[in-house]
């Protein structure tokens, strides 16, 4: 079969790509991505020339491109993985993540109406929740709870996600969701806490840590993340809400402290900035359902996600040093500038 992959230039759509052409030889795969500043089409260049591969840029939100290539594809499948999603940046400008994050799923599912697909899945957050507070560690996110946002970022994802829910109910679209805890792992975006934290230690950089690094955060390695989004598209129930979570909850202070120990570095590089409004304390997901339902469980720890997320960035350093050296870091400057002086 057919599946577009929306956003697969970024880090976890490509590495969706690589695992459904890994474990899907014989299906097509369509990479359509607008190449925004986190997409990166270096990223998928030892798949380009794969016969079942085909890259397509263009902007999610823009009908008569969408339309055109689901003429040309007539796909079985759209995994949307295309969304701004930095919550400093929505901050900064709320407008584009409402554009891309909402105008563009409906986009999405209106070619998916018109041409017919049998499965529309929208891949969220666990950030539409809102938090949970750091002396209730029993307290899970569920599909049950109520959502709760914090961002304009996480707001821009959980009004995707309604209307998602909104197209199931009223057009009979056959839709899924999954909400996912924070993803690591190979060809994360330098901009994000543990590529940006390896690369400074490694430059013998100070690591920006935000108020007193108490948030608490559940890590998913990447792959299993892919694992589970492929066994909802494809044996996931419709209508259906997903949590995808990692069971490794750490601290960002620990994350930080943890990178540090792997590469060598002294805690001295830390410097702790103001914290960033809004800022969520603690996420954890509960991911029963999945795992009753289609038998998901993650695979990867994380002190051993971790060391081959190190392992990656330092085996791959080309990939991010181009990237630091250009926009991100003009990015970078401007938004921990005043806070490091």
């Keep these: 079969m057919t599946i577009i992959v929306t956003g697969g230039a970024g880090f976890i759509g490509s590495n ?9 030889p014989d299906d097509r ?18 798949v380009m020339d794969n016969k079942n591969f085909r890259f397509v840029k263009g902007d999610i939100a823009d009908a008569d491109a969408v339309n055109k290539l689901f003429e040309e594809e007539k796909p079985d499948i759209i995994v949307n993985f295309a969304a701004e999603s930095h919550v400093d940046r929505s901050i900064e400008d709320p407008g584009i993540f409402l554009k891309t994050n909402i105008l563009g799923t409906q986009v999405l599912m209106d070619a998916c109406r018109k041409y017919g697909i049998k499965r529309y899945h929208q891949v969220s957050t666990d950030e539409v929740y809102g938090d949970l507070p750091l002396d209730r560690p029993d307290l899970f996110f569920t599909e049950e709870t109520p959502i709760h946002t914090s961002s304009p970022y996480s707001s821009s ?21 999954t909400r996912c ?6 060809y994360h975006f330098p901009e994000k806490l543990i590529p940006l934290m390896i690369s400074r230690a490694l430059a013998d950089e100070s690591l920006p840590v935000y108020g007193k690094g108490e948030n608490i955060r559940d890590w998913l390695y990447v792959e299993d993340h892919c694992a589970a989004i492929d066994l909802v598209i494809r044996n996931g129930r419709e209508g259906e809400v997903y949590n995808v979570g990692g069971h490794n909850e750490m601290s960002n202070l620990d994350v930080v402290k943890t990178i540090l120990k792997k590469l060598g570095k002294p805690e001295s590089l830390i410097t702790f900035v103001t914290d960033r409004p809004g800022h969520d304390m603690r996420y954890a997901i509960d991911p029963t359902k999945i795992h009753n339902e289609l038998g998901w469980l993650p695979q990867t720890k994380f002190e051993d996600g971790i060391e081959l997320t190190i392992d990656w960035y330092l085996n791959n350093k080309e990939w991010w040093k181009k990237i630091i050296s250009g926009e991100y870091r003009n990015y970078f400057s401007k938004y921990y500038g005043e806070r490091l002086n």
């Design 16 to 24: 969706f790509i690589f695992y459904e052409l890994k474990n899907h």
């Design 157 to 177: 994802k959980a009004g995707a996600d309604l209307l998602v829910l909104a197209y199931y109910r009223t057009f009979g679209l056959p839709v899924s969701i």
């Design 29 to 46: 795969i369509v990479c359509l991505d607008k190449l925004t500043y986190a997409g990166n089409l270096e990223t998928l260049e030892s």
């Design 181 to 186: 805890s924070n993803n690591y792992g190979p």
